[in-house]
T-cell receptor, first 111, second 115 residues
Framework: SQQGEEDPQALSIQEGENATMNCSYK?????LQWYRQNSGRGLVHLIL???NEREKHSGRLRVTLDTSKKSSSLLITASRAADTASYFCATDPDSNYQLIWGAGTKLIIKP | GAGVSQSPRYKVAKRGQDVALRCDPI?????LFWYQQALGQGPEFLTY????????KSGLPSDRFFAERPEGSVSTLKIQRTQQEDSAVYLC?????????????FGQGTRLTVV
């Protein structure tokens, strides 16, 4: 079963615009991670945010976490064609070491 | 190599055939995971190894699925008597530590098609 749900399922924007994706989850967590997957490179870790953090930045990425709402958002600023991929959130529930994944957001950046 | 390596990249099996999927994790990584990913979905957990010990196999869909990591490095996922519903991408991931939620490094996956 999948813990996370990404929203929207698909997003298409122009190059240079910002892209925002959301993730909701069901149980308490230790941390939440975002991954990117494209056909060329497989699944790649982007950023990890711990349950006691509210916001984290990495280059053009900004992640927020609201544990009271059990939700997270991933913002990609100044999007590029190379950002075209599927983006997944994965949570590490309190109870074990498994990563529980959502179904992903498919992001298309139009040149 | 520097990353997680999986082989074969693609496998077509006739229904009822046995298959073996190999994963070479990053050297020194303690944790190794197998995931199954259906088209358009996120990965689903299959099993977890900490070194050579299989600590969790709760995600294996049936007793036709078997995984091993006998020397704490290379792992093999074996599927016996394959069925069409086994068609998916099988992903292997490793991480440096045994603590939960550590950054996982994924291989490119093996795409299994059962015909």
């Amino acid at each position: 079963s999948q813990q996370g749900e990404e929203d929207p399922q698909a997003l298409s924007i122009q190059e240079g615009e910002n892209a925002t994706m959301n993730c909701s989850y069901k149980t308490s967590i230790n941390n939440l991670q975002w991954y990117r997957q494209n056909s060329g490179r497989g699944l790649v870790h982007l950023i990890l945010i711990r349950s006691n953090e509210r916001e984290k930045h990495s280059g053009r990425l900004r992640v927020t976490l609201d544990t009271s709402k059990k939700s997270s958002s991933l913002l990609i600023t100044a999007s590029r064609a190379a950002d075209t991929a599927s983006y997944f959130c994965a949570t590490d529930p309190d109870s074990n070491y498994q990563l529980i994944w959502g179904a992903g957001t498919k992001l298309i950046i139009k040149p | 190599g520097a990353g997680v390596s999986q082989s074969p990249r693609y496998k077509v099996a006739k229904r009822g055939q046995d298959v073996a999927l190999r994963c070479d994790p990053i050297s020194g990584h303690v944790s190794l995971f197998w995931y199954q990913q259906a088209l358009g979905q996120g990965p689903e957990f299959l099993t977890y190894f900490q070194n050579e010990a299989q600590l969790d196999k709760s995600g294996l869909p049936s007793d036709r699925f078997f995984a091993e990591r006998p020397e704490g490095s290379v792992s093999t996922l074996k599927i016996q008597r394959t069925q069409q519903e086994d068609s998916a991408v099988y992903l292997c991931a490793s991480s440096l530590v045994s603590a939960g939620g550590a950054e996982a490094f994924f291989g490119q996956g093996t795409r299994l098609t059962v015909v």
